[in-house]
C-alpha cells in the first residue's frame, strides 16, 4: 500500500476560508503582536510567514524586532504594555529566546485571554482539566484539525505520541484523549522501555520529538495514520544549498501507513493557522468581556 497525503497546506487554506466569515463579523479588527529577539534566520522566517498569514487574512499584526543583547526588562516592559492595550488581543513571543532570558517567567507575564501560543500555565491548565475555553497550544490543536478535516475517527483508537514536551507532546496527548475525541492515549520518550514496540500499536501515531527520520516503517503499524510535528534540517550534499528539511518519521513509512502528513507542508502551516484562529478567538472573547 502506498499512503495517502495528510495535506496540512489544504486544510490551513480551509481554515482560513472559515476564518475569513468570523474576521469579517467580529466587532474589532483582531490584531496581533509578535516580539522576537536576535537574529536566528529560522525564526525570521517563522515570524514573516506569520504576518504573511496576518495580511491575507485581514489581522492587523505588530511586528517588534529586537537586537541579541536585549535585557530581558525591556522585554518584559513590551508585555506589560501590551496587556495593556485594549486594541491589541494577541501577543507571542517568537522562540528560541537567546540564553539570558527566561522564556518561562515572560511567558507568565503575558495576560492568559491574549496568549495565543497557548503556553501560559493558566491555559494549559485548563487543558488539564478538559476546558476549551482558553488558548490552545497552536501545533497541537493543528494536528486535531488536521485529523477532524481528513475524518480520521478517534473514538476508542489506540494513540501513541512520541515526545512529551510541554508545547506539543503533553497538550497533544490530552487533546487526543479529551471527550469528543476519546483516543486511549500512550505518551512515549526517552525513557520508555522499546518505544518501537508502543509505536507499532498505534492507530495513529504522532511524532514530536525532534530527531530526524527517527520513525521508521518497522515501527509503524499497517493501516496507521501518522502524524510528522518534527521538522529538522539535515546535511545533503545532492541539493545546492547542502542540506534539507526531513520530519521525525522516514519517508519510506508511507509504504505501511494508510495517511501520512509531509515535511514540509503538513503540520507547519497548520500552526501558523490555528495561530490566527487562535488570534481571532481571542478578539471575540475580549470584545464580549
Known amino acids: 500500500m502506498s499512503a495517502a497525503r495528510l495535506d496540512g497546506k489544504a486544510c490551513a487554506e480551509d ?7 468570523r474576521i469579517a463579523e467580529c466587532l474589532v479588527q483582531p490584531h496581533l503582536a509578535v516580539i522576537i529577539v536576535g537574529d536566528d534566520p529560522a525564526s525570521h522566517v517563522y515570524v514573516n510567514n506569520k504576518i504573511r ?11 517588534i524586532e529586537l537586537p541579541e543583547d536585549t535585557d530581558e526588562s525591556v522585554v518584559a516592559e513590551h508585555i506589560r504594555s501590551m496587556n495593556a492595550q485594549e486594541d491589541l488581543h494577541g501577543i507571542l513571543i517568537q522562540s528560541p529566546l537567546p540564553n539570558h532570558m527566561d522564556e518561562e517567567s515572560l511567558t507568565e507575564l503575558i495576560d492568559p485571554r491574549k496568549d495565543v501560543d497557548g503556553f501560559h500555565p493558566v ?13 490552545v497550544p497552536c501545533t497541537p490543536s493543528g494536528v486535531m484539525e488536521m485529523l477532524r ?6 473514538r476508542g483508537k489506540k494513540a501513541v505520541v512520541l515526545g512529551r514536551s510541554f ?12 471527550r469528543g475525541a476519546d483516543a486511549t492515549v500512550t505518551v512515549v520518550h526517552s525513557r520508555t522501555n522499546n ?30 495514520v501518522v502524524v510528522d510535528v518534527g521538522i529538522n534540517r539535515v546535511e545533503d550534499s ?11 518519521v522516514h519517508p519510506d513509512v508511507a509504504s505501511v501507513a494508510s495517511l501520512v502528513s509531509p515535511v514540509p507542508g503538513g503540520v507547519g502551516p497548520m500552526t501558523v493557522a490555528m495561530l490566527m484562529a487562535n488570534t481571532v478567538t481571542a478578539a471575540e472573547q475580549l470584545t464580549l468581556s
Open 195 to 224: 518505544p518501537q514496540a508502543e509505536c507499532l500499536q498505534a492507530d495513529v501515531l504522532v511524532a514530536a520529538v525532534g530527531r530526524p527520520e527517527m520513525v521508521k516503517p518497522d515501527w509503524v503499524k499497517e493501516g496507521a
Open 15 to 21: 481554515l482560513e476560508q472559515r476564518l475569513k466569515q
Open 167 to 178: 508545547n506539543v507532546g503533553m497538550p497533544q496527548a490530552l487533546l487526543l484523549a479529551a
Open 149 to 154: 478535516w481528513a475524518n480520521v475517527d478517534l
Open 123 to 135: 491555559n494549559l491548565g485548563r487543558l488539564v482539566q478538559g476546558r476549551s475555553d482558553g488558548m
Open 238 to 248: 545532492t541539493r545546492e544549498r547542502g542540506w534539507r528539511l526531513a520530519g521525525d
Open 53 to 63: 498569514s496576518c495580511e491575507r487574512l485581514g489581522i492587523r499584526s505588530t511586528h
